[in-house]
């Protein structure tokens, strides 16, 4: 083979020649980012989505707050739990075979939640969502880094984001409407058509990528012991403030987590084939684009969890008018992924990160300051400036630890990305959330018996504060009005005392993640060569 071919050769493996000089439209990188976008597009449209359909959920099926926190953790802890490996079943067996395993699964998953009638069902099918989530969206970096040369990867990656964050922006109108006009079982089936067009494209465009040096066993142990640590931690996370933090119970689990934790550490040592080969973090940008993405979706998705309720229990709103008032962050963040994939490939990662988590931060103080009836302009700022803020860290992050790992560990890269950002929405969840209702069972006894409403106690006042921290008035049929009124008032103030202390707690988190994002830099590794299949 001369020169000129050899170059060819190189260049086809990689992805970067134009269609015209490979097997016809499969393996071309464009393609390749247009079909793992639509795949991931379900996940990300799936969480706008079912944080529209929550309040109306818990409403349907009689749900707690704690149960609607087991929708969102049990979809976030499976993706968590399962993401890199994932990511190793990708690297193992070509990510072209997990992705589409990954898109077929998820759509059906998402079919038997529409079916299910109750709220056990529901987390149990999410779960399932959630491991199937996880197969596609490691498989869809690997793919990527790939198909595409490393100076052409900031923007694709910047690009993929741009079409995640519009598939987010549409569902929270897009969820609205179902759940307005249709049902809110119907916001899980629309996932159907998008994973069949998935599959579909997949079979059609993508070519397989997979390094020659890639693992050939899989690490059993640590999969076990990083499952279990995963899943005592945000377990007891979830239950302290039913147990109480200073609970034996609650201590049981959270000491387990880090002695699951601490094992793991010392077992993939050893292991001949470690689940995550520790010497990954010998880069100091991949360990802080790791850690980012942690405190970012903690941040981000912890405190996002509680707007659903505020707009639509609080403030009386539709689904869709409370989709049209997220619109701003979402199209921000649609808006604001391409640009920063171009920036990035020009100056690198750091300042981008940096200046969007500080806007994050002011962001999430701004929402700390809202009230039960703060103006529509106002909320619709601070939604702007945190898409804006978003759209660097999420695109900066991820190519700082995809960028920053060898080919052959691209998928457990990808999952160790996509689990730090699952791993963080997750705690976020469960920390604020336990954070939340703490503050409203501080200040509702005081601020009900203030109102000089009748005093409640046991059982119906465990009611009244569930009811609270959905943000919900638990007013009786037949109250006068004048007594509903003042249970409504005393309600939601004590819900907004829970938000703003959640929303002040992300902005200090914010905070810390701006001064980890003067750690990173850029990737630097070669992709070497790929085995095509």
């Not at 529409?114 to 999410?126: M, T």
């Not at 990035?344 to 701004?366: L, N, Y």
């Not at 702007?384 to 080919?407: C, D, F, H």
């Not at 007594?483 to 810390?512: C, E, P, R, W, Y």
């Amino acid at each position: 083979m001369n020169h000129t071919a050899a170059a060819e050769a190189t260049e086809e493996a990689q992805g970067a020649i134009p269609p015209s000089k490979a097997a016809g439209l499969r393996g071309h990188p464009w393609l390749t980012l247009l079909t793992v976008a639509v795949g991931v597009m379900m996940v990300a449209l799936d969480g706008t989505i079912v944080a529209i359909a929550n309040p109306v959920i818990a409403h349907d099926l009689g749900a707690s707050l704690a149960d609607m926190q087991w929708v969102t953790n049990g979809y976030l802890l499976a993706l968590a739990v399962f993401l890199i490996t994932a990511g190793k079943i990708g690297d193992r067996f070509g990510h072209r075979n997990t992705f589409l395993i990954g898109a077929v699964g998820f759509a059906a998953a998402s079919a038997a939640i529409g079916f299910a009638g109750s709220i056990q069902l529901i987390i149990v099918f999410r779960v399932l969502q959630g491991l199937f989530g996880a197969l596609l969206q490691p498989a869809a970096l690997g793919l990527l880094r790939a198909a595409f040369p490393a100076e052409k990867l900031n923007m694709a990656i910047g690009i993929w984001g741009g079409v995640i964050g519009a598939s987010t922006a549409a569902g929270p109108i897009v969820g609205g409407l179902l759940v307005e006009h249709v049902s809110w079982e119907s916001v899980f089936f629309i996932n159907i058509p998008v994973g069949l067009i998935a599959l579909a494209l997949g079979l059609w465009i993508l070519r397989d990528a997979r390094s020659e040096k890639a693992a050939k066993s899989f690490d059993v142990p640590g999969i076990v012991l990083l499952s279990g640590a995963m899943f005592l931690l945000v377990w007891g996370i979830i239950k302290a403030p039913a147990w109480g933090w200073g609970d034996a119970r609650t201590l049981v689990f959270l000491i387990g987590a880090v002695v699951a934790g601490a094992a793991f550490a010392v077992w993939q040592t050893r292991a001949a084939e470690p689940l995550i080969p520790l010497g990954l973090f010998r880069s100091v940008p991949l360990s802080a684009g790791a850690l980012l993405m942690v405190l970012m979706a903690f941040s981000f998705f912890g405190a996002i969890f509680f707007v659903t309720f505020y707009l639509q229990n609080v403030r009386g709103m539709s689904p869709v008018d409370s989709g049209v008032h997220l619109l701003p962050m979402t199209a921000m963040m649609i808006v604001g992924s391409p640009i920063a994939g171009v920036v990035m490939a020009r100056i690198g990662p750091r300042i981008p990160i940096v200046t969007g988590m500080v806007f994050s931060a002011v962001a999430m103080f701004g929402m700390s300051t809202l009230e039960a009836g703060s103006g529509s302009g106002v909320m619709s700022l601070w939604f702007v400036l945190m898409g804006l803020g978003l759209s660097p860290v999420m695109v900066g992050a991820t190519e700082v630890i995809v960028g920053n790992a060898p080919l052959e560990l691209s998928g457990v890269a990808g999952g160790l990305q996509q689990a730090a950002m699952q791993v963080g929405g997750s705690l976020g969840t469960a920390v604020l959330g336990a954070l939340m209702a703490a503050r409203i069972d501080d200040v509702l006894p005081g601020k009900w018996a203030a109102a000089q409403l009748p005093p409640v106690s046991g059982e119906q006042y465990e009611a009244v504060k569930q009811a609270v921290q959905v943000g919900v008035a638990p007013v009786q049929p037949g109250t006068p009005a004048t007594v509903a009124q003042t249970i409504t008032q005393v309600s939601h103030d004590a819900f907004m005392n829970g938000m703003s202390l959640a929303f002040l707690t992300s902005a200090v988190v914010a905070v810390a993640a701006a001064g980890l994002g003067l750690l990173t830099k850029r990737g630097s590794t070669d992709a070497g060569p790929a085995v095509h299949i």
